[in-house]
């Protein structure tokens, strides 16, 4: 197997790259396997692992706040959405014999270990795949932005941020086919032009500790691998 360009990597998935039908409110436990027998192999090239997972399939914060709830009241349950997602992925990589750890920024002793930087890295190090869970902990922070702190926090040499398209564009390829695919971008960049890669305050977070995001395709087979072998796939977004 080729050797990986990375040693240490933050892999964030959005809460829908889980469910099967958009809408569903669920789990489809079929891409979570296929999500996993792909983590396994890259695991396998000897690549450290830490992974943030949304949790929109079963409850978005801001969504909820449109309902009557106060907005804090609705990111806390969009957090516990999170661990229910991080639960899934563990269990389906304990299937596949990979040692893998849950950590959360709410404290929930019984289903997972309680996030400290030191505990992290040293799971890290033992070759176990550490999921964070619950965001931030904080109401009105994104999992993007718990993404590019945990990343940050743990020393990843990468941000991979898997999504439905291949990249970032200058408008939604869904609305408008002639939408432009950026290859390159620098952090400046996203923000002035309010490129949808990830919220304001993950990019500046990004910027600071000069953390290099790569947006990619994950329904494309093997897009994982790609990026560890150093393929040119996505949209890389990194300093000017």
């Known amino acids: 197997m080729a ?6 990597i933050l892999l964030k998935l959005s809460g829908e790259a889980l469910e099967g039908k958009p809408g569903s409110g669920s789990i489809d436990f079929g891409i979570v396997g296929s999500l ?9 090239m000897g690549v450290e692992i830490g992974l943030v ?13 449109e309902t009557g709830l106060d907005r804090p009241t609705g990111d806390y349950m969009g957090m516990l959405a999170t ?19 849950v950590m959360t920024a709410i ?11 030191r505990r992290a890295n040293r799971h890290l190090e033992k070759g176990r795949v550490v999921i964070f869970g619950a965001g931030t902990g904080n109401p009105f922070f994104s999992t993007d932005t718990a993404a590019a702190l945990r990343a940050s926090e743990i ?28 290859d390159r971008l620098d952090y400046t960049t996203v923000l002035a032009k309010k490129l949808r890669v990830m919220d304001a305050t993950a990019i500046s977070l990004c910027r600071e500790n000069n953390l290099p995001i790569l947006v990619f395709d994950l329904n ?3 897009s994982i691998l790609s990026v560890l072998k150093g393929e040119a796939i996505g949209t890389l977004v990194r300093g000017e």
Not at 59 to 65: L, M, P, Q, T, Y
Not at 83 to 101: E, F, H
Not at 158 to 181: C, E, F, Q, S
């Open 155 to 182: 020393g990843a040499e990468i941000l991979l941020k898997a999504t439905k398209v291949d990249g970032v564009y200058d408008d939604d390829p869904v609305t408008n086919p002639n939408a432009k695919r950026y």
């Open 220 to 222: 494309r087979p093997g």
């Open 36 to 44: 996993c027998d792909e983590i396994v192999e890259a695991h396998a």
């Open 83 to 101: 661990v229910i997602n991080a639960l899934a992925i563990q269990a389906s990589l304990d299937k596949r014999g990979l040692p893998t750890r």
């Open 107 to 117: 404290e929930m002793r019984p289903v997972a270990e309680p996030y400290i930087r």
């Open 3 to 8: 050797a990986s360009i990375y040693k240490r």
């Open 53 to 65: 997972v949304g949790g929109g399939n079963i409850f978005r914060g801001a969504k909820g706040a």
